[in-house]
Each structure stands twice: as structure tokens, then as C-alpha cells.
């Protein structure tokens, strides 16, 4: 089983930027995919960015040229640079990792959430 730790979250203006981590750990034989999806009030939780362990990356629309994902696979940790922050980008933030068990069934993992408010 794995778990997720995020970490970063915060208070910020519109403008600012923030960094947000997620450390897995845990037994697994491989993490294929690890990824950040958020949860404004009242809507249904998406996808912000996600990465594979070769590094290819995607993006939701709405964050294209401000957000960056990254990873060091060494460390199963998985980061989300947040620039130019808006106050629509004001959510929860989960970490999500998709991994390979040693009998090779594939899993799904969450992080317990990080709260990112955008306000002046």
C-alpha cells in the first residue's frame, strides 16, 4: 500500500506563486504516474497536471504556461510550481499516484489534500 504526503499549501495575493510537494511511500513495485488534481467549493475535483516516470507531462487548459509539474523518481515525489496564482485557482489540492504492485495489479493512491487560497 502507498501513501501520499503533501505538503506547501498556504495562503498567497494573486500574482504570487507557491510550491507544492507529495512524497510517496510505502510498498510498491513501481510508480507509473503520479499527478495533482483540486476541488474547488461546490465542483467536482479535476485534473491539474500529471506526469509518467519517463516524464511526459500534460495539463489542464486553465493552468497551461503557469503551472509546472516535476519529478525525481528517486525520491517518489512529485512537485507542482505554481506561478501568476489567481483567485479561481483557490482549491484543495490532492496528490494522486497510479503504481505497479509487486504481483503487478495496478493502484491508485490519494494524498489527504492541500488547501491553496488565492486572495488579496
Known amino acids: 500500500q502507498v501513501q501520499l504526503v503533501e505538503s506547501g499549501g498556504g495562503l498567497v495575493q494573486p500574482g504570487g506563486s507557491l510550491r507544492l510537494s507529495c512524497a510517496a511511500s510505502?510498498?510498491?513495485?513501481?510508480?507509473?504516474?503520479m499527478g495533482w488534481y483540486r476541488q474547488a467549493p461546490g465542483k467536482q475535483r479535476a485534473l491539474v497536471a500529471r506526469?509518467?516516470?519517463?516524464?511526459?507531462?500534460n495539463y489542464a487548459d486553465s493552468v497551461k504556461g503557469r503551472f509546472t509539474i516535476s519529478r525525481d523518481n528517486a525520491k517518489n515525489t512529485v512537485y507542482l510550481q505554481m506561478n501568476s496564482l489567481k483567485p479561481d485557482d483557490t482549491a484543495v489540492y490532492y496528490c494522486?499516484?497510479?503504481?505497479?504492485?509487486?504481483?503487478?495489479?495496478?493502484?491508485?493512491?490519494w494524498g489527504q489534500g492541500t488547501l491553496v487560497t488565492v486572495s488579496s
Open positions: 494522486n499516484a497510479e503504481y505497479l504492485t509487486y504481483g503487478l495489479n495496478t493502484l491508485y493512491a
Open positions: 510505502g510498498t510498491m513495485f513501481r510508480i507509473n504516474v
Open positions: 506526469i509518467t516516470s519517463a516524464g511526459s507531462a
